[in-house]
């Protein structure tokens, strides 16, 4: 009896491990960069999800 061992399945990078870019604090503005910061890494996580790369996800909330 031989048994089957499953495919390699090659790792993908956590969202920890990605450099995720950080707004300045000189942005001033009327919104907190602390809120500001909370919604572009909302945004990465979500083009992670549909992104072809990790980096094409990053760069897309930033535009």
């Known amino acids: ?8 399945i ?3 990078p956590s969202l920890q491990s ?13 919104v ?3 809120i500001r910061q909370r919604y572009l890494n909302l945004f990465i996580e979500e083009c992670l999800k549909f992104c072809t790369s990790n ?3 990053i760069e ?3 535009l």
């Open 1 to 8: 009896t031989t048994t089957i061992t499953p495919k390699r």
């Open 10 to 12: 090659a790792h993908s």
């Open 18 to 30: 990605l450099k995720k870019p950080i707004i300045p604090k000189e942005f001033g503005g009327k």
């Open 32 to 34: 907190p960069t602390v």
């Open 55 to 57: 980096q094409e996800a």
């Open 60 to 62: 897309k909330p930033q």
